[in-house]
C-alpha cells in the first residue's frame, strides 16, 4: 500500500491563507488524479477539488473560487491553495490518487491516500 506524504496546513485565521502539499506517488499510471479531500468527526470524506495529468481542474462549490490545487511536476508536489478561509473549512484534509482521468470525486474511487493534515480556522 502507498502511502503519500502530506505537509502543510496547520491554523489559519477566518480570512486567511494556508497551503498543504502532497508528494506525487514515484510510480503512476500514464493518466492519473490527484484529488484534496476534507473529513469531520462522523461524516464522510469530501471531494473537493480533482487535477488531471492534462492540467483540467474541478472544484465542489464549496470551494470554488477560494481554493486552487495545483501541480508541480519538477517536485513531484501537488498543492491546494486555501483562501479566504472560514471556520467551517475546519477539518482533516487528504490527497488521493487514482489511475485514470478525473471524473467523480466519491472518495472510494481513489486508491492511495495522504496521512492527513489538520487544519483549524478560527479567530
Known amino acids: 500500500q502507498v502511502q503519500l506524504v502530506q505537509s502543510g496546513g496547520g491554523s489559519g485565521q477566518p480570512g486567511g491563507s494556508l497551503r498543504i502539499s502532497c508528494k506525487i506517488p514515484g510510480y503512476t499510471a500514464n493518466r492519473y488524479c490527484m484529488g484534496w479531500f476534507r473529513q469531520t468527526p462522523g461524516d464522510e470524506r469530501e471531494g473537493l477539488a480533482t487535477?488531471?495529468?492534462?492540467?483540467?481542474?474541478n472544484y465542489v462549490d464549496a470551494v470554488k473560487g477560494r481554493f486552487t490545487v495545483s501541480t508541480d511536476y519538477a517536485k513531484n508536489n501537488v498543492y491546494l491553495d486555501m483562501n479566504s478561509l472560514k471556520p467551517e473549512d475546519t477539518a482533516a484534509y487528504y490527497c488521493?490518487?487514482?489511475?485514470?482521468?478525473?471524473?467523480?470525486?466519491?472518495?472510494?474511487?481513489?486508491?492511495?491516500w495522504g496521512q492527513g493534515t489538520q487544519v483549524s480556522v478560527s479567530s
Open positions: 487535477i488531471d495529468t492534462d492540467g483540467s481542474t
Open positions: 488521493g490518487y487514482r489511475d485514470g482521468s478525473c471524473g467523480s470525486m466519491w472518495y472510494r474511487l481513489f486508491k492511495y
